[in-house]
């Protein structure tokens, strides 16, 4: 029988449908270390992590990958190509959920929302209190979406039909954006936008695309809501720009190194909400994508092409 690493809990259902047809190993961790170790003996993985860069050298066994979501820099795709690993992934399955985590930012950056409740729990009524002087309605205000895809879509929707704003779009193919999004150059969206929501994906033009020069064209009173992947921001510049009050905040669910590591600087301040890389992540699109993963991985193990083939130039093997 086959054997399935999964490196991220996945939902029970889709775990159960895998267990039908393979044995299952769940990592306790996503330590790079670990997913090594036990990777070695299993012929496929299931992931919403990292894997080391050497990961197929160390589990050569694995013949198949199923990212569980969209990001594909989680894999090492030249090693998977030179070695015939098959990899998929899953495309828009929550993308429902990231466009509600990104509604959730701007509410919680506007409202100053997470300062307020840590001092109410931590301080006083009345310091807690304060902290709500400079709370703002976002109505009215300019959201700047780079890269409108499936989430920036119906984070657009949501944005002007629910909560009044101005939606400025900007992507590869400006004819291409929804009608809910202006489409506007690069330079212009950052200009004007009081909050820059980032749903690109990484590519050799979106690498470090909000570095220092870039940040320093945001507004001083606009947030940054990272939610796409983790090196579109030069991480060292936004840390410098937060330290100096020169944006007024940001949320960031992706880090330009994937775990966000004790003692990075971004933990030390306090106009920065962390989250681990779960904007996806709901009971809702965790049942869509624990279903959609085992049946790309069970597909893949008997030898088919899985549906959403990330790399098809990757040698099949069986």
């Known amino acids: ?49 990292k894997l080391p860069d050497d990961i197929f050298e160390a589990a050569p066994r694995v013949r198949a990958v199923v990212i569980h979501g969209t990001g594909i820099d989680l894999v090492p795709l030249e090693s998977a190509n030179a070695r015939g690993v098959m990899v998929a992934n899953l495309p828009g399955v929550n993308a429902q959920s990231v466009a509600e985590y990104c509604a959730l930012a701007l509410l919680a950056l506007a409202r100053n929302f997470i300062p307020i409740t840590s001092s109410l729990q931590n301080t006083t009524w009345d310091a807690a209190r304060a902290l709500g002087v400079g709370a703002h309605e976002i109505s009215g205000m300019t959201l700047g979406i780079v890269g409108v895809g499936g989430i920036g879509s119906r984070l657009a929707r949501i944005a002007r039909h629910g909560f009044g704003m101005n939606v400025l779009g900007n992507q590869r193919r400006l004819d291409r954006l929804p009608p809910e999004a202006e489409p506007c150059s690069l ?43 983790g090196p579109v921001v030069e991480e060292a510049a936004l840390v410098e720009a937060l330290r100096e009050r ?62 959403n083939f990330v790399n098809p130039q990757a040698e099949l093997q069986p």
Request: charged share 25%.
């Open 1 to 49: 029988m086959k054997r399935v690493l999964i490196v991220d809990p996945i939902a029970p259902a889709g775990e159960a449908a895998l267990a039908r047809a393979a044995e299952v190993v769940n990592a306790p961790d996503s330590a790079p270390a670990t997913i090594r170790r036990l990777a070695a003996g299993c012929d496929g993985v299931i992931t919403r992590s």
């Open 187 to 229: 330079g212009a969206l950052v200009a004007a936008s009081d909050f820059v929501v980032l749903t690109c994906p990484l590519t050799s033009e979106t690498h470090h695309l909000f570095n220092r020069d870039r940040i320093a064209k945001m507004k001083k009173s606009a947030w940054l809501v990272n939610v796409g992947r």
């Open 246 to 307: 020169r944006i007024a905040g940001a949320m960031l669910d992706v880090y330009e190194h994937y775990r966000l590591e004790p003692g990075n600087p971004l933990l030390s301040l306090d106009n920065v909400v962390l989250t681990p890389h779960l904007s996806g992540m709901t009971v809702e699109s965790r049942a869509r994508m624990g279903a959609a993963a085992a049946e790309e991985m069970l597909r893949m193990l008997a030898g088919e092409r899985p549906k």
